[in-house]
């Protein structure tokens, strides 16, 4: 029997752990029992999926690197750079605008994760404007009669229609098939909130077309999803 290419494979999926050394899965066996490599070349074996996103496996060879200089663009498009070290948690950076942000880790900075306070984004909820909810699934604004009545398209093809800015702004925005308690039915998978970090929301799916079962973000079922399409 030819093995399914549809199966959503972790091999090689890199993280960065919280103490700032990116590490990788070299192993998968199913979510509660993975192999990771850090960058130096140490091996952790039987940890869990949701400790590596959450990147909380302790690499007991860790050796501090962590530069003052460094530069790396934050999530809102700003370049930061460090410009003091105490510990890999307690560092300094500063925003291209001067803006100077203390006290933070190591690891956040690597994943750009660190808020620029003066930073201003913009509210404007036009129609092509697109967003992440709260559910981690992203959505598009499809149509805008006026501020409270907006439609707007889920990554997966489905439409809320008549949603409130509100909603949108708080990126409280439902998707009408995963209930409040992140229960539900997406792109073929049955799915439940498992967890959220820095990377994304996570469900524990199991796909209703082919048996796969993992823990995946909606982008990745996304994924999955176009891919059984393109074998079938």
Same mark, same amino acid.
């Given at each position: 029997?030819?093995?399914?290419?549809?199966?959503?494979?972790?091999?090689?999926?890199?993280?960065?752990?919280?103490?700032? %050394?990116? &590490? +990788? $899965?070299?192993?998968?066996?199913?979510?509660?029992?993975? =192999? *990771?490599? !850090?960058? #130096? /070349? @140490?091996?952790?074996?039987?940890?869990?999926?949701?400790?590596?996103?959450?990147?909380?496996?302790?690499?007991?060879?860790?050796?501090?690197?962590?530069?003052?200089?460094?530069?790396?663009?934050?999530?809102?498009? %700003?370049? &930061? +750079? $460090?410009?003091?070290?105490?510990?890999?948690?307690?560092? =300094? *950076?500063? !925003?291209? #605008? /001067? @803006?100077?942000?203390?006290?933070?880790?190591?690891?956040?900075?690597?994943?750009?994760?660190?808020?620029?306070?003066?930073?201003?984004?913009?509210?404007?909820?036009?129609?092509?404007?697109?967003?992440?909810?709260?559910?981690?699934?992203?959505?598009?604004?499809?149509?805008?009669?006026?501020?409270? =009545?907006?439609?707007?398209?889920?990554?997966?093809?489905?439409?809320?229609?008549?949603?409130?800015?509100?909603?949108?702004?708080?990126?409280?925005?439902?998707?009408?098939?995963?209930?409040?308690?992140?229960?539900?039915?997406?792109?073929?998978?049955?799915?439940?909130?498992?967890?959220?970090?820095?990377?994304?929301?996570?469900?524990?799916?199991?796909?209703?077309?082919?048996?796969?079962?993992?823990?995946?973000?909606?982008?990745?079922?996304?994924?999955?999803?176009?891919?059984?399409?393109?074998?079938?």
């Amino acid at each position: 029997m030819k093995e399914s290419t549809t199966h959503f494979s972790h091999i090689g999926e890199t993280v960065m752990a919280n103490c700032g %050394q990116s &590490m +990788k $899965i070299i192993a998968y066996k199913n979510y509660k029992n993975i =192999d *990771v490599e !850090f960058e #130096d /070349g @140490t091996v952790i074996c039987s940890k869990t999926y949701a400790a590596f996103k959450k990147g909380q496996i302790l690499n007991p060879n860790l050796v501090k690197s962590q530069q003052i200089g460094e530069v790396i663009t934050a999530v809102n498009g %700003q370049q &930061m +750079k $460090i410009v003091a070290r105490r510990s890999c948690r307690d560092i =300094d *950076v500063m !925003f291209e #605008d /001067g @803006t100077l942000v203390t006290g933070v880790e190591y690891s956040n900075f690597l994943k750009g994760n660190i808020k620029n306070p003066n930073f201003k984004y913009s509210s404007k909820y036009e129609v092509g404007s697109s967003y992440m909810g709260s559910n981690g699934i992203t959505f598009t604004i499809i149509d805008k009669r006026h501020s409270n =009545d907006i439609d707007i398209k889920f990554e997966d093809g489905t439409v809320s229609k008549h949603v409130k800015t509100g909603a949108i702004s708080a990126r409280n925005v439902r998707h009408p098939s995963i209930n409040q308690r992140g229960y539900g039915v997406f792109c073929n998978f049955e799915v439940s909130r498992a967890f959220k970090d820095d990377n994304g929301v996570f469900y524990r799916c199991k796909c209703s077309k082919c048996g796969l079962e993992d823990i995946m973000t909606p982008q990745q079922m996304v994924k999955h999803y176009g891919l059984l399409h393109e074998e079938n």
